[in-house]
């Protein structure tokens, strides 16, 4: 048994971060799914970027888009679309055998909405019906502006995966959308079945502080707040406005850990899963780390450590968790539109030298 079987026997979803037009083709997400216990998928702009830049793979497809008017954004979510579709249909038996519970895919609204509530929401209800999948999240940043979005979704039906979040109290304020989403449907006699994910973004952390902390805390940053994170999900699920919403017949909004790949050269390639490996959540990895977790033999169930004594001993050296966790969520808002800039311009480039040729 491989680390990534073990993973999944714990109780933790392996979703992979990352998804090409070559990886649908040439079987490879197939194989990640019956050898290396992959049920979910993820992306984001600066995914596509690289994928549409590094490769070949979707030149045919940009040319004829092109010839039918299309540019721009509305190019890129057709070509997104596309991929989606591909990779929820193969994760399509996993939703269906889980009830629901595992095999998703997710695509992101337009970053440049992230501080534009009605326009975000509106995004979210027409990427979701233009897919037609129900296995398929639409990503929405937990921004104050995306909060009101998250919840008017969920009551519209549309499942919604948060992300760009950074510590518990982001978390617990994301958790809080759905909830009030999920029971405005109860109220009105909808069906209370609308699934989500809340992602909490963690290797962000520990670069963010890096050579600013004691050495003795190295590293150590990124999976307290995710610990700290947890306990808040477990109380809340634990909690009797969780428990009457199930009793209505809707599901637990699942929390997951994004960011998760190593970026310390001298850490393990695997620190991050191995120290959030807990049931009930989900971990969305990078290409590497999957690769690293599956060749690693070895592999036990995470030890919960005291978050809360790790934190107080970074806030006796210094450092201020929650401007940092403010810091993190508007860098990762700016990253996020500059990753869609930088998009939109390589499509641009890719339909001006095709046409060319």
Request: net charge negative; with cysteine.
């Amino acid at each position: 048994m491989n680390a990534t079987q073990k993973l999944h026997e714990i109780g933790q979803s392996i979703w992979l971060d990352n998804i090409t037009r070559g990886l649908l083709t040439s079987g490879t997400l197939h194989r990640y799914i019956q050898d290396l216990s992959v049920t979910g998928l993820t992306s984001n702009p600066t995914i596509f970027d690289h994928a549409i830049k590094n490769s070949l793979d979707y030149d045919d497809a940009i040319s004829q888009k092109q010839k039918e008017g299309k540019s721009s954004e509305a190019l890129f979510f057709e070509l997104a679309i596309e991929d989606l579709r591909l990779a929820a249909d193969l994760f399509r038996p996993i939703y269906d055998r889980t009830n629901g519970v595992d095999g998703w895919v997710s695509l992101e609204v337009s970053p440049l909405l992230a501080r534009d509530t009605a326009g975000t929401l509106s995004a979210a209800k027409a990427l979701h019906a233009r897919a037609g999948r129900p296995n398929l999240f639409i990503k929405i940043p937990g921004t104050s502006e995306g909060l009101p979005a998250i919840e008017e979704a969920i009551f519209a039906g549309v499942p919604i995966n948060v992300t760009l979040l950074f510590s518990g109290a982001q978390y617990v304020a994301a958790a809080e959308a759905y909830l009030r989403g999920i029971e405005r449907r109860i109220a009105a006699g909808l069906n209370p079945d609308v699934g989500s994910v809340a992602s909490l973004f963690v290797s962000r952390w520990d670069v963010a502080v890096a050579h600013k902390e004691p050495e003795s805390l190295r590293n150590q940053l990124g999976i307290a707040i995710a610990g700290e994170t947890y306990e808040r999900y477990r109380a809340l699920l634990d909690s009797p406005r969780s428990q009457r919403i199930l009793n209505a017949g809707a599901r637990s909004q699942r929390l997951l850990w994004a960011s998760t790949g190593t970026k310390d050269p001298k850490a393990s390639n695997i620190l991050y899963v191995e120290a959030l490996a807990f049931p009930f959540t989900i971990n969305t990895m990078p290409e590497s780390t999957l690769k690293a977790l599956a060749a690693h033999k070895e592999f036990g169930e995470a030890q919960p450590k005291d978050a809360g004594k790790i934190l107080a001993e970074f806030a006796e050296a210094g450092i201020d968790a929650n401007a940092v966790a403010a810091q993190l969520l508007g860098e990762g808002v700016a990253s996020f539109a500059k990753s869609w800039d930088d998009l939109l311009a390589c499509i641009a480039s890719k339909s001006e030298t095709l046409a060319a040729a």
